[in-house]
């Protein structure tokens, strides 16, 4: 069987030698390599910054599993920032996110004392953060920490910083099931939610 396969390439021209020689090489980098690939390509959507203090955490709209929340509850408890801001995307059975976000917070252990919820519909996180920011400034906030998804915090920190340049923001990351650790790739749901994300960050690049 190899003296056959042997030969069969040994009567091959030179040139298709070589480009068989290179698919092969190519075939074996993408199995090898696909992976590392893959997550480089979805942590261009992740752009996290150290933590500091700060006068105000910011939590964003739109996480259902309430992993944003309890992950700004977390680090408002540690002593990060005194109040959190409960953002909100619109109502759910007649009652705002922001409310069923910090109903949920507080189940898990958390003061309610503890939240700002901002009651506002929101259709985007250029809408969102107009509304947030404007609640920011009556506050008197310059610091903020914004907590939002892992993969949402590239986008997030560019719109927060375009809206208010006088501002520091601080993007922190919330895990989301769906992306696997940054294997975006294993599933549908994740797959869509690296594509959607996308779509996103060229429509706010072009500004559409």
């Known amino acids: 069987m190899w003296s056959a396969g042997i030969g069969l390439i040994s009567n091959m021209p030179h040139s298709r030698i070589w480009l068989a020689a290179i698919a092969l090489g190519i075939v074996v980098l993408l199995l090898v390599f696909s992976a590392p690939i893959l997550r480089s390509i979805g ?90 920011i404007k609640v920011l400034r009556q506050r008197g906030a310059h610091k903020v920490i914004v907590v939002t998804t892992l993969w949402h915090t590239a986008r997030s920190g560019r719109i927060y910083r375009r809206l208010a340049p006088d501002m520091q923001f601080y993007l922190v990351g919330a895990e989301d099931p769906m992306w696997h650790h940054g294997n975006w790739w294993e599933d549908r749901e994740g797959r869509k939610t690296f594509f959607l994300e996308g779509v996103k960050t060229i429509a706010d690049f072009l500004r559409i």
Do not use: C, M, Q
């Not at 500091?52 to 309890?70: E, Q």
């Not at 992950?71 to 922001?98: C, F, H, I, N």
């Not at 309610?112 to 901002?118: A, M, Q, T, V």
């Open 43 to 132: 942590s261009v959507y992740i752009r996290e910054n150290p933590l500091v203090k700060a006068d105000i955490i910011v939590v964003l709209a739109g996480d259902s599993l309430g992993n944003r929340i309890l992950k700004g509850a977390e680090l408002a408890r540690e002593g990060y920032a005194p109040k959190v801001l409960a953002s909100s995307g619109g109502s759910t059975y007649g009652r705002p996110e922001s409310d069923l976000a910090v109903d949920f917070a507080v189940k898990h252990g958390y003061s309610p004392n503890l939240f700002i919820p901002g009651h506002w519909s929101a259709f985007s996180t250029v809408e969102e953060a107009g509304k947030a």
